[in-house]
């Protein structure tokens, strides 16, 4: 039997790219969508075209009461996943004396709340498959050393790192490894037309932006056999930049 694993966010961007690469790798995979159905009914048919499986899910990662009754009713029907990827995630970037309650609350909601809500309905099933198991988490470089103009993304960010460096030590007996992979400055849609890529980009070693398929590579490493020893560690794919 095939492992699967939920991808959040999955329809575009790095969870696309994470989605694919994983089915390369032989994993089938349950897709998770908040409101682009379209766009990951087109990523579930290129995971078919790969010889693998998906199903999408369709959901706000920030609705605790839907991540509980549906990721409960689609492992009823189908198991506990391997592993799971929490990528799912927004940005509401502004000065900090600017930034308004909804910004601040949205991204807290999303980021933060979502680890929780994605992954405690999953525990328990995961934890009964009595067999080897792994959780990455999608943070940034943002939680690791803070942003101008992104004090509720990187709070939120830095929350999921000290949460899952916490789960980590809770499920290490179980053999489900729980990791995170912070990603630098990628070319995505995610990023704001307002972010002064060229400054940025003098700040970092390697001189250029990173690619989704580049972030992908990480997380596909860390749900490997070879990754099996490796869990409450961050893994930044930053260029350099810290």
């Known amino acids: 039997m095939t492992d699967t694993i939920l991808v959040t966010g999955s329809s575009r961007g790095i969870g696309r790219a994470i989605a694919l690469r994983l089915a390369r790798a032989g994993f089938d995979l349950v897709l998770h969508c908040r409101s682009g159905r379209d766009a990951a009914e087109a ?4 995971v078919r075209g790969l010889g693998r499986q998906a199903r999408i899910l369709q959901f706000d990662v920030a609705d605790r009461a839907a991540c509980a009754r549906i ?3 689609d492992v009823e029907a189908h198991g506990a996943y391997y592993g799971v990827v929490c990528n799912a995630g927004l940005t509401r970037d502004g000065a900090f004396p600017a930034l ?5 609350d949205q991204v807290m909601r999303t980021n933060l709340d979502g680890f ?5 309905p999953l ?3 995961m934890i009964r498959r009595r067999a080897p198991g792994r959780i990455v988490c999608i943070t940034s470089v943002s939680g690791l050393i803070g942003n ?3 004090v509720n993304y990187s709070a939120s960010k830095a929350g999921v790192i000290g949460a899952a460096k916490a789960l980590a030590i809770e499920l290490g007996k179980r053999r489900i490894t729980v990791n995170c992979v912070a990603p630098g400055l990628i070319d995505t849609d995610m990023l704001d037309d307002q972010v002064p890529v060229d400054e940025l980009l ?3 070693p390697a001189q250029r932006m990173g690619t989704p398929e580049e972030v992908a590579g990480a997380v596909n490493f860390l749900m490997s ?6 869990t409450r560690q961050v893994l930044a794919v930053n260029g350099g930049l810290c």
Do not use: C, F, T
Not at 43 to 46: F, I, L, T, Y
Not at 116 to 120: A, I, T, W
């Open 225 to 230: 056999d070879e990754a099996a020893y490796i």
């Open 100 to 104: 308004s309650e909804d910004d601040w």
């Open 202 to 204: 003098k700040m970092i």
């Open 43 to 46: 990523v579930a048919e290129q």
């Open 71 to 73: 990721l409960g009713e």
């Open 148 to 150: 101008r103009g992104q």
């Open 123 to 125: 525990m328990m099933p």
């Open 116 to 120: 929780y809500n994605v992954l405690h």
